[in-house]
């Protein structure tokens, strides 16, 4: 029996190019704080998305060690968004997209004539990266968006979110991130079985220049592999993940 697979690839830094601006932010937000600057190589250690999620560890460090549940504190979260938003809109951000990867197009081409279903995960909005996409031309690769309504607090939800509208009898997710807590996301949800259904979860990490974490922090994730290009991904997929 053939197993229907979804390809879901992380939009921040498998489709488009943003950590170049997350680095801008996080630091111009850091300063309002009178904190240190991060360097670009620190960064690539915790930055995940949304911002909110790995500036509140870092901005209220101590009240956090008493409180690991306070990068959920809502107050929080819009402090640090509100800071965010300003400094996106005083350098254009919110209005002009960033780049798409290099080659992204000839990747959705190539996945979807192998049969996988393209989705597409973000932190953000549906609306605006839906417009982006389109823009661009590449809009019709996805069959799907999930936003951050399904991903705002855990990335697992996400999953669960398209295990439980596709109610496949198996699921499979091929998972790829250039982020390390949606590899780990990946592997939380991986097993997970409703009834007689059973979701697959393979994640995948994507190790390039724009990903949000290094190579290092990706391994420690426990990817089922790690790629360096997309151009990579369909061989790879034949071993770890065959398809038909």
Do not use: W
Not at 25 to 54: C, H, V, W
Not at 150 to 165: F, I, N, P, S, V
Not at 204 to 216: G, P, R, V, W
């Amino acid at each position: 029996m053939s197993v229907e697979t979804f390809l879901v690839r992380t939009m921040s830094d498998t489709v488009e190019t943003d950590i170049q601006r997350v680095f801008t932010i996080a630091n111009e937000l850091l300063s309002r704080y009178n904190l240190p600057m991060l360097t670009f190589e620190q960064l690539r250690k915790i930055a995940d998305g949304p911002f909110d999620l790995f500036l509140i560890p870092h901005i209220f460090a101590s009240e956090y060690q008493k409180d690991y549940n306070l990068k959920f504190n809502e107050a929080k979260r819009a402090e640090i968004r509100k800071h965010a938003l300003e400094i996106a809109r005083r350098h254009g951000f919110d209005v002009n997209p960033p780049d798409f990867i290099p080659g992204i197009e000839k990747s959705l081409r190539e996945t979807k004539a192998a049969g996988l279903k393209n989705i597409l995960m973000t932190s953000g909005g549906r609306r605006y990266k839906h417009q982006a996409m389109e823009k661009a031309g590449i809009g019709d690769y996805f069959e799907e968006i999930v936003d951050r309504s399904e991903t705002y607090y855990a990335k697992e939800q996400g999953l669960y979110y398209l295990y439980r509208k596709h109610k496949l009898k198996h699921m499979r997710i091929v998972l790829l991130s250039g982020t390390a807590s949606y590899l780990k996301a990946g592997n939380n949800a991986h097993g997970c079985k409703v009834g007689d259904t059973y979701l697959e979860v393979i994640p995948i990490a994507l190790s390039t220049e724009h990903s949000y974490n290094d190579e290092e922090t990706l391994s420690v994730a426990q990817p089922k592999a790690l790629i360096r290009s997309c151009e990579e991904l369909l061989s790879t997929l034949k071993e770890v993940a065959p398809l038909g």
